[in-house]
């Protein structure tokens, strides 16, 4: 299985996975609405620097779950 069908995959019967996808949209959302702001307040400006770091964690747990089925899909083939 390739890791986009793994993720379409996961996104349906993953809870933590599909919540974790979710949340990292939303961080992803709100970004997009930082980066488009002419002058950023400095408190916007540490709100983007913030959800970088969350949306960057939220990632790499997905990759970790995404890594864990890849491995048990070798092991059971």
Same mark, same amino acid.
């Given at each position: 299985?390739?890791?986009? $069908?793994?993720?379409?995959?996961?996104?349906?019967?993953?809870?933590?996975?599909?919540? #974790? %996808?979710?949340?990292? @949209?939303?961080? &992803?959302?709100?970004?997009?609405?930082?980066?488009?702001?002419?002058?950023? $307040?400095?408190?916007?400006?540490?709100?983007?620097?913030?959800?970088?770091?969350?949306? #960057? %964690?939220?990632?790499? @747990?997905?990759? &970790?779950?995404?890594?864990?089925?890849?491995?048990?899909?070798?092991?059971?083939?």
């Amino acid at each position: 299985m390739d890791t986009e $069908s793994l993720k379409q995959y996961l996104l349906a019967n993953n809870t933590h996975f599909a919540e #974790l %996808y979710n949340e990292h @949209q939303g961080y &992803e959302k709100r970004l997009t609405e930082l980066t488009e702001l002419s002058y950023p $307040s400095e408190a916007e400006q540490m709100e983007e620097l913030t959800l970088k770091k969350k949306k #960057l %964690y939220l990632k790499d @747990q997905m990759e &970790e779950i995404l890594r864990h089925h890849k491995e048990q899909s070798a092991v059971t083939h």
